[in-house]
């Protein structure tokens, strides 16, 4: 089915452990997008990619990079895993405007 | 500043009407958006209004958008269990790599 696929949906690592979280979206959408969310504070902008080839900073960036390896897929990367970046991680694509994002079914991390 | 306000809970009896508010700062924005969370999920798109427009309906569901006030509702018709959700509100500003704000979001909880 269309839509945005990431992986894994549940992970728990060790402090100081670095791991990658996958996203794919096959709707060929130009901007994607990775978010944090925790309660009570919503969801936050970690990076986005407005288009193939770039990638910008959003709101959270520190102690995360990402690669835009190409138009369908984005990845996050945590070098060193510590437990603030246990979160809900969710990755979304857009295309047109009145339709806003399509998301991820979202990644549970645990740092312990 | 792109601070979307929202109230954190909300609890209706099933049947009766169910009205989310919103509070947006940014008078530049072109759409404005509804997501719904169901537990463990990823955020769907219920609606979307464009900042031109003053009301928008899909079955159950009413827009009304106040620019003036920078105010967003969403109304939902004969409220269900399965309306149990944490609804996000959004806006989408032109520019900077297409991106949304979003809510804290509203926990709504239908009881019988």
């Known amino acids: 089915n269309a839509g945005v696929t990431q992986t894994p949906k549940f992970q728990v690592l060790k402090t100081g452990q670095s791991m990658t979280l996958q996203c794919a979206q096959d709707?060929?959408?130009?901007?994607m997008y990775w978010y944090r969310q925790d309660p009570g504070m919503g969801l936050r902008l970690i990076y986005y990619s407005a288009s193939e080839g770039t990638t910008d900073k959003g709101e959270v960036p520190n102690g995360y990079n990402v690669s835009r390896l190409n138009k369908r897929e984005f990845s996050l990367r945590l070098e060193s895993a510590a437990p603030s970046q246990t979160s809900v991680y969710f990755c979304?694509?857009?295309?047109?405007?009145?339709?806003?994002?399509?998301f991820g079914s979202g990644t549970r991390l645990t740092v312990v | 500043g792109e601070d979307v306000e929202q109230s954190l809970f909300l609890s209706v009896r099933e049947g009766d009407s169910s009205v989310i508010n919103c509070t947006y700062t940014d008078s530049s924005s072109t759409y404005l958006y509804w997501y719904k969370q169901e537990p463990g999920a990823g955020l769907q798109l219920l609606t979307y209004?464009?900042?031109?427009?003053d009301m928008k309906q899909d079955q159950r569901l009413t827009v009304l958008l106040n620019k003036k006030d920078k105010h967003l509702s969403l109304r939902i018709a004969d409220t269900q269990t399965g309306d149990s959700a944490i609804y996000f509100c959004?806006?989408?500003?032109?520019?900077?790599?297409?991106?949304?704000?979003f809510g804290t979001g509203t926990q709504l909880k239908v009881e019988l």
């Open positions: 209004i464009f900042s031109n427009m």
């Open positions: 709707m060929n959408h130009n901007s």
């Open positions: 979304a694509s857009r295309g047109r405007q009145e339709y806003g994002y399509t």
């Open positions: 959004a806006e989408s500003i032109p520019g900077g790599g297409n991106k949304l704000t």
